[in-house]
């Protein structure tokens, strides 16, 4: 896992290669723009799969009938006028004691996404039950805070990058985050907040990365530095290899390592991932649970390192993502089998079930 640690700074530090217009259309829906560009402006080109449409705005509000003549139309209603009452409030606090004179920055939809994971898990002898709940909140508030944002989610610093819904910590976190750019194709992103749990904890990261081009396909080296008022120092270090064969087909490489003053060692992730895309992806970075539907197969080996490497476990998940309704509500089923060393290598099978409900500001999401 150092060879991990180490391509990442060297992929850092390697210069991007241009991209040429005429690329095939696969590579054209990864291209820089859509990696980290905000995806509101990719569905406003109509790029990705995703259909032109307006953003919601209050003359979109629903007016609620006496009966609603089906069960869409009931969840249409909620969709358009939950955004847009929530939204009119971030505009109300970004704009909060501004003089009617001064100059106003264009305010972007905010994003919400809420989600909930179903998982039938065997370790060892005991079955287990979870329902564990998810959400990403990014709010836009470009004039109370010029370039930063405020987002709320449940990761964890410390996540790697095959770690589950249910594996997490499911405390929710709350911060300041700002975005900015090195050039064209590289990115500095910095989070400062608040994990909500008792007692809190305070954390910050520090995160570059970068996009690289290469023939029919992409490299996205990472590197973070964190720290946290419980657990102190950490860093790790990502590398996602891409390459498409073809149009609606992907092969993803990822190697992680994860170092913090409270794990032991190195702790480590190998991942593949085949992907079929049924239909084009619809977020930043392509992975099964954020295309608009597809099938993939996943294998994982997670691990630590003190002295000799150990292996913790493997993991092979097949998923398949739908929408279940328009364009913001998703479904993916992960059936999967894991082989533990705690549990003397025996072969578990499990089950995951996710749904997502996506909110950025368009009657499709």
Excluded at 333 to 348: A, G, K, L, Q
Aim: proline share 5%; net charge negative.
């Amino acid at each position: 896992m150092m060879v991990a640690g180490a391509a990442v700074l060297l992929a850092l530090a390697v210069p991007a290669r241009s991209q040429d217009p005429g690329r095939t259309p696969a590579e054209d829906a990864a291209s820089a723009d859509a990696h980290f560009d905000d995806v509101r402006a990719v569905m406003a080109n109509g790029k990705n799969g995703v259909p032109q449409a307006k953003v919601l705005t209050q003359e979109d509000r629903r007016v609620k009938p006496e009966t609603f003549g089906s069960f869409t139309e009931r969840l249409d209603f909620i969709h358009d006028n939950l955004f847009i009452a929530v939204q009119g409030e971030v505009v109300r606090w970004d704009t909060l004691g501004m003089a009617d004179e001064e100059e106003r920055l264009p305010i972007p939809p905010s994003k919400f996404k809420f989600a909930l994971e179903f998982e039938i898990v065997k370790e060892g002898p005991d079955v287990e039950v979870k329902a564990s709940p998810d959400a990403e909140i990014d709010l836009r508030i470009p004039n109370l805070e010029k370039r930063a944002r405020v987002f709320v989610d449940f990761s964890n610093v410390d996540d790697l990058p095959g770690t589950t819904i249910s594996d997490r910590d499911s405390s929710p976190r709350i911060g300041v985050g700002t975005e900015t750019r090195v050039g064209k194709k590289s990115l500095l992103d910095t989070k400062l907040g608040v994990k909500w749990k008792l007692p809190p904890v305070g954390f910050g990261e520090l995160t570059a990365s970068r996009l690289i081009d290469w023939d029919e396909g992409h490299m996205y080296p990472k590197i973070k530095g964190y720290y946290e008022t419980d657990d102190g120092f950490g860093s790790q270090g990502t590398l996602v290899i891409e390459k498409w064969p073809a149009r609606q087909c992907m092969v993803q490489s990822v190697s992680a390592v994860n170092w913090a003053e409270n794990t032991e060692g190195m702790e480590w992730e190998q991942s593949f991932l085949g992907l079929y895309l049924l239909k084009a992806y619809v977020d930043k970075n392509v992975e099964l649970d954020n295309i608009h539907r597809g099938l993939g197969l996943k294998a994982s080996a997670f691990g630590h390192k003190v002295g000799a490497g150990v292996v913790d476990r493997y993991r092979l998940t097949f998923g398949y993502r739908f929408a279940l309704y328009k364009h913001w509500i998703y479904m993916t089923i992960y059936p999967e089998v894991n082989w533990v060393n705690d549990f003397d290598w025996s072969t578990d099978p499990g089950l995951r079930i996710g749904l997502d409900m996506l909110f950025w500001g368009t009657p499709q999401r």
